[in-house]
């Protein structure tokens, strides 16, 4: 089990939040799938989605069904570690989601554009990933397979050095449902997670569309999938 970094100094998770992850995936993925929080075994381990867990196994069987593999997708948490007290629960954790800008800025802002579209393609896993990134976000159901242009996101109102607002570009967000949703009791979301992976991975080639760079979310939904 890894060490939480040092940066996780006075985030109200430092003491009741279990392991630290490390990114999965290769540098070179063209698109980052981002979920909620580790479970049981990616907190033992320290990754994201392992193969072997509920959620990561059900992502194993999306990806081949999508014809993907995982070194085409980088995998990332809103939160770095393990919510304990209520477990895995980090939906009234706003503080710990806060604080761990950080380290989703390090990972999502430190890999490279998709060199098909020239922007970020992120597949959001579940409805506190989408609503993380994507302002008046209502949930998965209402908003999921459509695509949004993410510079005006929840990690974007900061203070730089002057004290002036500054703007950060995550790139495209997908949202679609969690993988550990469908493994708890909905196996016909199985084939729609499965096409929301494939459809990302046509996003970030640069076969599907010119995207809006218009920072306002209502109404820029520029495509609806199945």
């Given at each position: 089990?890894?060490?939480?970094?040092?940066?996780?100094?006075?985030?109200?998770?430092?003491?009741?939040?279990?392991?630290?992850?490390?990114?999965?995936?290769?540098?070179?993925?063209?698109?980052?799938?981002?979920?909620?929080?580790?479970?049981?075994?990616?907190?033992?381990?320290?990754?994201?989605?392992?193969?072997?867990?509920?959620?990561?196994?059900?992502?194993?069987?999306?990806?081949?069904?999508?014809?993907?593999?995982?070194?085409?997708?980088?995998?990332?948490?809103?939160?770095?570690?393990?919510?304990?007290?209520?477990?895995?629960?980090?939906?009234?954790?706003?503080?710990?989601?806060?604080?761990?800008?950080?380290?989703?800025?390090?990972?999502?802002?430190?890999?490279?554009?998709?060199?098909?579209?020239?922007?970020?393609v992120i597949v959001a896993f579940g409805s506190l990933a989408a609503r993380t990134?994507?302002?008046?976000?209502?949930?998965?159901?209402?908003?999921?397979?459509?695509?949004?242009?993410?510079?005006?996101?929840?990690?974007?109102?900061?203070?730089?050095?002057?004290?002036?607002?500054?703007?950060?570009?995550?790139?495209?967000?997908?949202?679609?449902?969690?993988?550990?949703?469908?493994?708890?009791?909905?196996?016909?979301?199985?084939p729609l997670l499965a096409f929301d992976i494939k459809r990302a991975l046509e996003?970030?080639?640069?076969?599907?569309?010119?995207?809006?760079?218009?920072?306002?979310?209502?109404?820029?939904?520029?495509?609806?999938?199945?």
């Amino acid at each position: 089990m890894l060490q939480k970094p040092e940066e996780c100094d006075g985030c109200e998770l430092v003491q009741i939040g279990r392991g630290f992850l490390r990114p999965s995936g290769s540098d070179r993925a063209q698109i980052i799938g981002i979920g909620e929080s580790a479970g049981d075994e990616e907190a033992w381990r320290g990754r994201p989605f392992i193969e072997t867990a509920q959620a990561g196994g059900k992502l194993e069987e999306c990806l081949k069904l999508a014809g993907i593999t995982r070194e085409e997708i980088k995998l990332w948490n809103i939160c770095g570690c393990q919510p304990m007290e209520p477990k895995n629960d980090l939906s009234r954790r706003q503080n710990a989601i806060d604080h761990c800008k950080v380290h989703f800025d390090r990972v999502v802002l430190g890999h490279a554009p998709a060199i098909g579209c020239g922007k970020r393609v992120i597949v959001a896993f579940g409805s506190l990933a989408a609503r993380t990134l994507v302002a008046n976000c209502p949930g998965v159901t209402e908003w999921r397979g459509f695509v949004f242009s993410a510079e005006r996101s929840y990690h974007e109102f900061r203070t730089n050095g002057t004290g002036e607002e500054a703007t950060t570009t995550y790139g495209l967000v997908i949202p679609t449902y969690h993988p550990s949703y469908i493994k708890r009791g909905n196996p016909e979301l199985t084939p729609l997670l499965a096409f929301d992976i494939k459809r990302a991975l046509e996003v970030a080639s640069g076969t599907v569309y010119n995207y809006p760079t218009n920072p306002n979310f209502v109404d820029l939904c520029i495509h609806e999938f199945p």
